[in-house]
């Protein structure tokens, strides 16, 4: 019986979230390790050893050891291809092209103002950091038009990248949950949109995805 | 009649090498079309249809249509492996190791080496000034991942493991750009980073994208 594998960082990290979801879709068993990153032990001398960028996840599969968030979670498609969700990345070139290009789109375009916009209006006000309003207009207007291009491409497709679920939704989930769940603001840019918000509902609802909700509202170990 | 493979691109893009890069050494024919940036052609809506969000290079494979450079370069490092000169592990726990490292280029180096080269050579390429105090806190920067960077390649000959894999070629086009500006010091200080620049850079695909490219510029 092949021991779990190691997850290291709080559950609250978006990208922490991203591989626990696909954790969870692919149903490969874990442990996860928390990393208490207000008192630093992100950048202790024994993490910098598995993550030498000093940044959460990172990762441990019998003898290796991973960083950044979408490569575990392609490295765990991979290895489990035969295991829980199997469309999840795709059985073959030309649909794992596909996959590839949105998650590339959520890494490049999406992230960067949906975390800024996390940052801004979850995080700020939770640690007592002032929030810019310059900042957080220019990323809602950002966003805005990113998500434009999804509702264009969510009116022929009922998933980014196909008409099944896959890593490119998943890596979406983070961000998102945080911006619609904890916002008022950023939710909006959700709601106004008839297909963001019809996929948003389907790629939330999922089981593994509320587990991982639940793990994120959980009581600290 | 198999369909001709294309790709569309600009030619002071670092993205559009990196997409030329990768055909070049899986030696994939294509017919390679200039976009014109500055005219505008990226946001017309032919272009638009085939890259929603109006970004180059494109990549046409038969009824396959791909955005994003990164994409493309994964895409084709599978799609056209070479025996023996494959840019992939078949093994997952290798080929993890190698995406990681793709990863890293894309959220770790390639941030500062953008901002440096927007600094240095975009911004006096359209008459505004360099601004001094960004160059120096983006060297710091890059100077930390380098150092990363030094640690890793003190126990591998390339970063995804003991081959050239796309790992290493992802990171070509901000090498080629950064290492004739000021911040080649960075590289030059540290021996394992050095001895491995160089030796990517001096391959003969690079060398026909780094060709290729200026025979556009003269063209365009």
């Not at chain 1, 590839?100 to 959520?106: G, M, Y």
């Not at chain 1, 939704?169 to 709601?191: C, E, I, M, W």
Request: charged share 25%; hydrophobic share 40%; with cysteine.
């Amino acid at each position: 019986m092949a021991t779990p594998v190691k997850v290291y960082g709080p559950a609250a990290s978006t990208a922490v979230s991203r591989v626990l979801a696909c954790l969870l879709e692919k149903e490969v068993q874990f442990q996860l390790i928390n990393v208490n990153m207000s008192k630093r032990e992100h950048k202790s001398p024994e993490y910098l050893k598995i993550q030498p960028f000093g940044q959460v996840p990172a990762f441990q599969d019998d003898s290796i050891s991973l960083f950044e968030s979408r490569a575990i979670c392609r490295y765990l498609c991979e290895k489990h291809g035969n295991r829980g969700n199997k469309n999840l990345y795709g059985t073959n070139p030309l649909v794992k092209a596909s996959i590839d290009q949105w998650i590339e789109a959520e890494a490049q375009s999406f992230n960067q103002p949906s975390s800024a916009l996390v940052f801004q209006l979850v995080f700020a006000p939770k640690f007592k950091i002032k929030q810019d309003e310059g900042v957080i207009k220019q990323n809602e207007e950002k966003l805005s038009k990113v998500l434009d291009v999804y509702e264009k491409r969510l009116e022929e497709s009922r998933f980014l990248a196909g008409e099944e679920f896959t890593l490119a939704d998943l890596s979406h989930l983070p961000n998102a949950q945080y911006l619609v769940h904890a916002t008022d603001r950023a939710r909006g840019l959700f709601t106004e949109k008839k297909n963001v918000w019809r996929w948003w509902g389907e790629i939330s609802g999922r089981e593994s995805w509320k587990k991982v909700v639940d793990m994120q509202n959980a009581p600290p170990a | 009649m198999e369909a001709k493979k294309k790709l569309y691109g600009a030619v002071d893009s670092p993205s559009t090498m990196r997409a030329l890069a990768s055909l070049l050494e899986h030696q994939v024919e294509f017919e390679f079309t200039l976009i014109d940036l500055e005219a505008g052609e990226h946001k017309k809506e032919v272009f638009l249809s085939l890259s929603p969000f109006g970004e180059i290079p494109v990549f046409q494979d038969g009824d396959l249509t791909l955005f994003e450079s990164r994409t493309i370069m994964r895409y084709i490092s599978h799609a056209y492996a070479v025996p023996g000169k494959d840019h992939i592990f078949e093994e997952p726990n290798l080929q993890g190791i190698v995406a990681g490292w793709i990863d890293i280029e894309d959220h770790q180096f390639d941030p500062p080496a953008s901002r440096l080269l927007h600094e240095i050579l975009h911004k006096p390429s359209i008459g505004l000034s360099t601004d001094v105090a960004v160059v120096v806190e983006e060297e710091a920067k890059l100077a930390k991942v380098l150092d990363v960077y030094e640690e890793r390649l003190g126990k591998r000959k390339f970063l995804g493991g003991n081959k050239f894999t796309s790992a290493d070629l992802t990171h070509l086009p901000n090498l080629h750009l950064l290492t004739r500006t000021r911040v080649k010091e960075l590289f030059e200080t540290r021996p394992c980073v050095y001895a491995w620049c160089t030796g990517i850079m001096s391959r003969p695909a690079w060398t026909k994208v780094v060709d290729l490219i200026e025979r556009s510029k003269s063209q365009a």
